[in-house]
């Protein structure tokens, strides 16, 4: 002997309201936000004195912390990935790598960074 179960509803759709889902966050604009994080992280190396300053340069001479004292900001790639950064490249000391490292987390939108900055040999 079997069971037979029928459901039968009569309502109104419009009786009822509909769950309105919260939308996923878009991925162009986490790429685009990345993006603007980039650019202002490069723009901060680059407009950075002790990068381009002739007389730190010189005291790393003396100091004989490096003999390629040309530390080009553009041998730092920057790279954004949802807000985190990560350095990578050549600098010519240990001080140009943690002052990277201070310049990039005081940038607005930055959530942290991540170091694989090398000292040239």
Known sequence: MGISLF??????????PAKTATPAP???????DDA????????????DKKFNDNDLKDKK???NEAKDTNTNTSDIK??????MVSLSGYVT?????????????????VKGV?????IKK
């Not at 994080?37 to 407009?47: C, F, G, P, R, S």
């Not at 000391?93 to 939108?109: D, L």
């Not at 991540?114 to 090398?118: F, G, K």
């Open 61 to 63: 001479l003396k100091d």
């Open 7 to 16: 459901v039968s509803g009569c309502h109104r759709m419009d009786a009822v």
């Open 78 to 83: 920057v790279e954004t990935l949802k807000g």
């Open 26 to 32: 878009r991925v162009w604009n986490t790429e685009i």
């Open 36 to 47: 603007v994080v980039t650019i202002k992280v490069k723009t901060a190396l680059i407009e």
């Open 93 to 109: 000391t240990q001080t140009e790598i943690e002052h990277a490292i201070t310049i990039t987390r005081a940038v607005e939108g």
């Open 114 to 118: 991540t170091n694989n900055l090398s």
